[in-house]
């Protein structure tokens, strides 16, 4: 063969071995280069998922910083309490309404009460009822409605209703009443003072007690640890409307409870079932998953239109963490997020899921 021939030969083969090269190091940057993204977005997304932590009861779990508390109810010491973020100004207005009109519902209006100027106070009404009623003698006398109110935090607002009877004297009302209103007023408000109320003291929501105690919205309560409580505390995602979390502890399986993976949780005239009748669902997935030393299971579903439902409870049903995305009936798009953004944030969140202390 010809020297040019060879020569040319060469040169071609070395030109098609360095665009080869080139493509393939091309190919490995691109390659590698959405790799990193890909890893980025997720340690970003987990970072924003898990930025605070966050408590209720006696456990904690990681939620975004920006969020805020919704409505919540708890069972501690025997008294079951509302709690509704935001709301005390609102609280105040209605008990003072109560008062103009001079009832409330189908009882009437006998007292307010201030307990601590601008942080407690004590609604009184009379129920609806007979001092003397020979038919159904277990409900005679006059019962009384107690509505303790007081605020949390900046204007956080909480509610307890203890109930006060006064009984009969010779079918009629005792000539003393309105002393016998204000004993024992003053003795069921000072149960909830006692029992509740004095062993508050306001925490901001990024604080985590040293202590054994239970978490409130806006609130702590110090205690050895083994005194019963059942609360449920709701978060709202400022970021993200229609994403909502919720934290329940300190309930457990009624008999004949089913445990969560056996569970319908679209039973027929339930809260779900009447929300997503119309709706079709499928099951992302469910199964056995532990965390943090908690035996559990989850459960994930969807909707059309990007709609989620998941679940993950402990076998025992103590504590239930739930979120929900776009089913607010209200939101009619369903969640700005994807199913993968959605697995993602719940995969960021619940294994930050712990006992406080």
């Not at 898990?50 to 975004?64: A, H, V």
Request: net charge positive.
């Amino acid at each position: 063969m010809p020297k040019m021939k060879i020569s040319r030969l060469m040169f071609y083969s070395t030109v098609l071995t360095s665009v080869m090269l080139s493509s393939c190091s091309q190919y490995a940057q691109t390659h590698s280069t959405a790799e990193n993204t890909a890893s980025n977005y997720a340690q970003n997304a987990a970072t924003y998922w898990t930025e605070q932590p966050f408590c209720s009861g006696r456990y904690q779990i990681n939620l975004p910083s920006n969020r805020i508390s919704g409505t919540g109810w708890l069972k501690y010491n025997g008294w079951q309490i509302r709690v509704r973020p935001d709301y005390w100004n609102l609280e105040v207005e209605s008990i003072l309404e109560v008062k103009e009109k001079g009832y409330n519902g189908s009882a009437s209006f006998i007292e307010n009460r201030t307990v601590i100027p601008n942080k407690a106070m004590a609604m009184v009404t009379q129920a609806s009822a007979s001092w003397d009623s020979p038919l159904l003698t277990q409900v005679n006398g006059m019962l009384y409605n107690v509505d303790f109110s007081f605020k949390l935090g900046k204007n956080d607002a909480y509610s307890i209703r203890a109930f006060v009877r006064i009984m009969p004297v010779n079918g009629k009302a005792p000539s003393n009443l309105k002393q016998l209103e204000k004993s024992k007023v003053d003795e069921a408000i000072g149960h909830i003072r006692n029992d509740f109320f004095d062993k508050l003291r306001d925490r901001k929501d990024t604080e985590m007690p040293q202590q054994q105690g239970v978490c409130l919205t806006e609130g702590f309560i110090a205690d050895k640890g083994t005194e019963p409580f059942f609360g449920s505390a709701g978060i709202k995602i400022k970021d993200y409307k229609g994403v909502y979390a919720e934290l329940t502890t300190g309930g457990s399986l009624e008999e004949g409870d089913k445990p969560l993976l056996e569970r319908d949780l679209f039973a027929k005239d339930g809260a779900l079932d009447k929300l997503f009748s119309w709706a079709k669902y499928s099951t992302i997935r469910k199964g056995k998953r532990d965390i943090n030393g908690m035996a559990g299971n989850e459960k994930l579903v969807k909707w059309q239109g990007n709609r989620y439902l998941f679940i993950w409870e402990k076998e025992d049903g103590s504590v239930k963490f739930k979120m929900t995305f776009g089913t607010n009936e209200k939101d009619t798009k369903g969640s700005p997020l994807s199913e993968k953004e959605a697995l993602t944030a719940w995969d960021a969140i619940l294994p930050t899921l712990k006992k406080r202390i």
